[in-house]
C-alpha cells in the first residue's frame, strides 16, 4: 500500500514539474516570436505598399499597433502609415497620426522623440512632392480658380504644414536650446510659404525663416567661440579644385566618413554618378527665401562630399536599429554664398533614416563656390549610407 501511495506521489510530482515546465515553454514561445511575428507583418506591409495595395496595407498596419506590445514594432507600423496616408493624399489622417506621436513624446524616451520627428519630416517630404505633383501638371497653386478638389487638397496641406510649425514652435518655446525643433521649423516654413494665399501672408512665412535661421548660425557661433565642436563634429579642409577620381577622393581630399554606433555605421559616401566638376544652371524645386538677387539661379554642382569642410556624424536612430532599417538617404541641400547649408531641399530614402540624415546634413560646412570671380548659391545632395 505504502509502494503503491509512493508510485502515486511519484506520478503526482511528474505531472506536476511537466505542467510547469509545459507552461514555461509555452509562455516562452509566445513570447519570443511575437518579436518575429510582429517583424513578419511588418514585411508583408511593406510587401502590399510596393504592390500599391494601401488599403490592405493600411489595414495590416493598423491591426499591428494594436496588437504588438513591442514599442520599436509599433513606431515603423506608425511611420509605414504615414507614409501610406502621404501617398493617398489623406492628410487629415496624416495629421491624426502626428498629433499621436507628438503627445507620446518624453524626455526619459528619446525613440519616442525620434519618431515624432522621423514623421513631422515624412510629412514634409510628403507636402513638398505633393506640391512637385501639381507643377508637374503645369497647374498654378495660386489660381484663384482651381476646382474645388484641388482648392480643398491645398487647404489640407496648409493646416497639415501649419501644425507642424506649430510644434515645431512649442518644442523650441519649450527648450531655446531644442536646435531639431528649429530646423524642422526652417524645413516646414520652407514649404509653406510658397502655400501662402496672399503676399503678406507669404513675407511673414519668410521673416520667420530668416529669424530661425539667425538662432541657428548663433548657436553655431556659440559652438565656434568655445572652443569646442559638438560631439560626432569633424573638421577638415581640402585643396580647391583638386581633380580626383571619387575613388580617389574618399581616401584623400574627402574621406569616407562613418561612425560607429553600437556596431551600427552610418556613412557619407561620393556618388560615383555624378561628376563632381558637373556644373550646370538649374532652378530648384523650391524657392526658399535667401539672399540672392531675384531671378538667380543656383548652381548644380551634384555631388558635395569633396567641398566639404565641416562634417558631421548622423547618429543612427534606434528604431531603425532595432528594426534592422538600412540604406541610403540622398539629401538635397542649397549652399549660400559663404559655404553654409541655406535649406533642405529634400530628401530620398527610407523614412525611418531620413531624419537623422537631415539633422547631419544641416550642419555641414563647404567651401565657397567661385564663378566668374564671384561665390555664388550652389545646390548638391550628400549620401548617407546607414549599414549595420
Request: a positive charge.
Amino acid at each position: 500500500m505504502k509502494e503503491k501511495n509512493a508510485r502515486h506521489v511519484i506520478n503526482l510530482s511528474i505531472g506536476t514539474i511537466l505542467c510547469l515546465v509545459l507552461t514555461t515553454l509555452t509562455l516562452f514561445a509566445q513570447a519570443v516570436p511575437e518579436a518575429d511575428a510582429g517583424q513578419k507583418r511588418l514585411k508583408r506591409a511593406r510587401a502590399l505598399i510596393a504592390a500599391h495595395k494601401l488599403g490592405a496595407a493600411a489595414a495590416e498596419l493598423d491591426a499591428i499597433r494594436t496588437a504588438t506590445t513591442d514599442d520599436a514594432v509599433r513606431d515603423v507600423a506608425r511611420i509605414m502609415l504615414m507614409s501610406i496616408y502621404l501617398e493617398e493624399g489623406d492628410y487629415m489622417r496624416a495629421q491624426t497620426l502626428l498629433e499621436e506621436a507628438y503627445k507620446l513624446r518624453s524626455v526619459q524616451n528619446e525613440n519616442s522623440t525620434r519618431t515624432y520627428f522621423a514623421l513631422a519630416g515624412q510629412s514634409v517630404n510628403g507636402a513638398r512632392e505633393h506640391l512637385g505633383r501639381y507643377r508637374s501638371f503645369g497647374i498654378n497653386i495660386a489660381d484663384k480658380e482651381l476646382p474645388p478638389e484641388a482648392a480643398n487638397d491645398l487647404d489640407h496641406m496648409r493646416m497639415l504644414l501649419d501644425r507642424i510649425a506649430e510644434q515645431a514652435r512649442e518644442m523650441s518655446g519649450q527648450n531655446e536650446k531644442n536646435f531639431d525643433a528649429l530646423g524642422l521649423f526652417e524645413e516646414v516654413a520652407n514649404v509653406r510659404a510658397p502655400l501662402a494665399r496672399t503676399k503678406q501672408e507669404r513675407l511673414q512665412w519668410q521673416r520667420e525663416i530668416a529669424q530661425v535661421r539667425q538662432k541657428l548660425a548663433a548657436s553655431e557661433m556659440r559652438i565656434a567661440s568655445s572652443g569646442t565642436l559638438p560631439p560626432n563634429t569633424i573638421s577638415m579642409t581640402s585643396t580647391l579644385g583638386a581633380s580626383k577620381s571619387p575613388a580617389t577622393s574618399s581616401s584623400a581630399s574627402a574621406p569616407n566618413h562613418s561612425i560607429d554606433t553600437s556596431g551600427r555605421k552610418a556613412t557619407a559616401t561620393p556618388d560615383s554618378n555624378t561628376a563632381s566638376s558637373a556644373v550646370k544652371s538649374v532652378t530648384p524645386e523650391d524657392s526658399p527665401a535667401g539672399n540672392s538677387a531675384p531671378g538667380d539661379r543656383p548652381v548644380d554642382v551634384g555631388s558635395l562630399i569633396e567641398k566639404a569642410t565641416q562634417r558631421v556624424n548622423p547618429s543612427y536612430p534606434q528604431v531603425a536599429k532595432t528594426t534592422r532599417i538600412t540604406g541610403i538617404v540622398k539629401v538635397y541641400l542649397e549652399i549660400d554664398e559663404t559655404g553654409a547649408v541655406a535649406s533642405v531641399q529634400r530628401t530620398d530614402g527610407p523614412a525611418l533614416l531620413r531624419q537623422a540624415a537631415t539633422d547631419a546634413a544641416r550642419r555641414w560646412k563647404f567651401r565657397p563656390t567661385v564663378v566668374g570671380g564671384q561665390p555664388v548659391r550652389v545646390i548638391g545632395f550628400i549620401n548617407f549610407n546607414f549599414t549595420l
